[in-house]
């Protein structure tokens, strides 16, 4: 299969949804990473997702809709849900929440769980495409499975090429890390992945995969990964913040935000470079650095 690469216009997208009405995914922005859309009531379609992936049948999907009125066809919101979706969709905030009875979504996206993921996605790429599809769309990461998540076209090809029909081209990713991910489940409000919106909630416990990101070895290079580096060792590439320079810099003035959009891109780099390992200066554990640093961990973790 030959991926091609299209840049982001009413034609693209024209493209892109003809492919998807024939139960092929493609990997387009959305204003955290680049997902692989599919169409999420077509089983097919969606294990074509998994195997270009190579992704685990137990990690279930976020499904994309362009609205609360799609959401609702999807999912059952209880009121905790509903206050969220309310306060931050469109935007970068994924909901885990009771399947709604006659719920038209695959099995498999769900990981055949009792819940699905739903987000409402801001960026105009991904809502273009859920209107010229009219479907609910399933879109992970559009990397392979565990590896760095994507925030450009071309880091799309580096792990998927060959592998999917088309990539939608709408240059780098705004934020720069998935979804916050809440379970709302129960009466209560759980925290399931962090992300670029802050929550209060229970920090979720327990071994039990409910949502993507949830995998102890997940974002991660190829190389071995240092955190908590003040200065680079003997053959590592030295990805800074704040008053560490490094070989190159989240943020040199210490700003999260900046830090967040930063980090998938400055880890394809430093996967990139002649260096044999990658080390990763201190982030502050605080608001936003809460989600870059459980990212780090994530792609540290021992694989």
Request: hydrophobic content about 45%.
């Amino acid at each position: 299969m030959k991926t091609r690469v299209l840049p982001f216009t009413e034609e693209a997208i024209d493209e892109a949804a003809k492919l998807i009405l024939e139960g092929q995914p493609v990997a387009l922005a959305t204003e955290t990473v680049y997902g692989l859309a599919a169409d999420a009531t077509n089983a097919e379609a969606v294990a074509r997702i998994y195997e270009a992936k190579g992704r685990p049948s137990f990690n279930p999907l976020i499904v994309h809709v362009s609205d609360r009125e799609a959401a609702d066809r999807i999912g059952d919101l209880p009121d905790e849900a509903a206050k969220l979706a309310e306060a931050y969709w469109p935007g970068p905030l994924t909901l885990v929440v009771p399947l709604a009875a006659g719920s038209p979504v695959a099995s498999l996206v769900t990981a055949r769980l009792a819940t699905v993921a739903i987000r409402v996605p801001a960026h105009p790429a991904m809502q273009a495409l859920l209107r010229a599809t009219g479907r609910p769309l399933a879109a992970p990461s559009a990397n392979a499975s565990g590896a760095i998540s994507p925030t450009r076209a071309e880091h799309v090809l580096k792990s998927l090429d060959g592998r999917i029909p088309l990539v939608v081209d709408a240059g780098p990713t705004e934020r720069g890390l998935e979804s916050t991910i809440i379970a709302a489940t129960d009466g209560s409000i759980r925290l399931l992945r962090s992300g670029p919106i802050e929550i209060d909630a229970e920090i979720a416990s327990g071994l039990k995969i409910e949502a993507p990101g949830q995998m102890q070895s997940h974002y991660a290079p190829s190389k071995p990964l240092r955190l908590d580096a003040s200065e680079a060792g003997a053959r590592e590439y030295l990805i800074g913040f704040g008053s560490i320079a490094g070989d190159i810099s989240l943020s040199p003035s210490g700003d999260l935000v900046e830090a967040a959009a930063h980090l998938f891109e400055q880890l394809h780099a430093a996967d990139a470079s002649s260096k044999g390992a990658i080390a990763v200066a201190p982030i502050p554990d605080r608001g936003l650095g809460r989600a870059i640093n459980d990212r780090l961990r994530r792609a540290a973790h021992p694989r």
